[in-house]
């Protein structure tokens, strides 16, 4: 599912390794701001003389990457350094100037970029869910189709829900529509995985994880019926659903 607006996502580097390279990245920057490369002249906020300052001292720092869209398809990388008493340095880079300096560093992982679309409808809708109508999952609002499951004979929609935990973390569970087609009913709003909600770097993995056997325990709550002639009836079944 495309959207012509760009998703937008934070990358938290105040780790001691993230200091560090953040304070290199001020003064790599302010030496070729000194030298008039990189076309710094034209970054907005940036300051060679304040950069040199906060290097050596830096406490936080955060990185907001404004992702493209149709009609500008490069992202922004929007950074906030802060050196403690020098106060913070905030600037605007191109993902050129970012690659230049950073290469790949703090990018997202792909299990984390496989679910940009999905928080994306979730930042869309505003209610902490894909669903279309903001609701409960069911069968008419399901953002996720069944061709994003790929590894089982049921037949499946759903959504992503987005809370925060008591430690201000964010969390995600899916919200499983499932037809089974021997019995020919839907099931709906069931919640996936079953021990409540995982990190933002588990999900994609948790949805290619979804087989015909997860999903038997996860309707039937074991699988003492789940046998090779079972297998056969639901492949058998899926061809012809309805």
Do not use: C
């Not at 230049?100 to 928080?119: L, M, W």
Request: charged share 25%.
């Amino acid at each position: 599912v495309g959207m012509s607006q760009g998703g937008r996502y934070n990358i938290d580097t105040s780790d001691k390794k993230g200091q560090i390279n953040m304070g290199n990245l001020l003064l790599m920057m302010a030496q070729d701001a000194d030298r008039g490369n990189g076309g710094l002249d034209k970054v907005e906020g940036f300051s060679a003389e304040q950069a040199r300052k906060i290097a050596p001292k830096v406490t936080n720092a955060f990185i907001e990457v404004v992702e493209g869209t149709e009609f500008n398809p490069e992202p922004t990388y929007r950074y906030s350094i802060t050196g403690g008493e020098e106060g913070t340095i905030e600037f605007n880079l191109t993902q050129q100037q970012k690659l230049d300096y950073q290469g790949n560093q703090f990018e997202p992982s792909e299990n984390v970029s496989a679910i940009r679309d999905y928080q994306y409808q979730i930042m869309k809708t505003g209610t902490g869910t894909t669903a279309y109508d903001g609701g409960e999952t069911n069968l008419y609002n399901a953002y996720i189709d069944r061709s994003e499951f790929p590894n089982t004979h049921y037949g499946i929609s759903g959504n992503l829900e987005q809370v925060n935990d008591r430690r201000g973390q964010t969390k995600y569970q899916f919200r499983l529509n499932i037809y089974d087609p021997i019995e020919k009913i839907w099931h709906q709003n069931i919640g996936f995985p079953p021990e409540g909600y995982i990190s933002e770097e588990k999900v994609n993995s948790n949805k290619l994880a979804i087989t015909d056997e997860l999903l038997y325990q996860l309707l039937k709550g074991d699988l003492d019926g789940y046998t090779p002639q079972y297998q056969k009836e639901l492949e058998k079944a899926s061809k012809n659903p309805f």
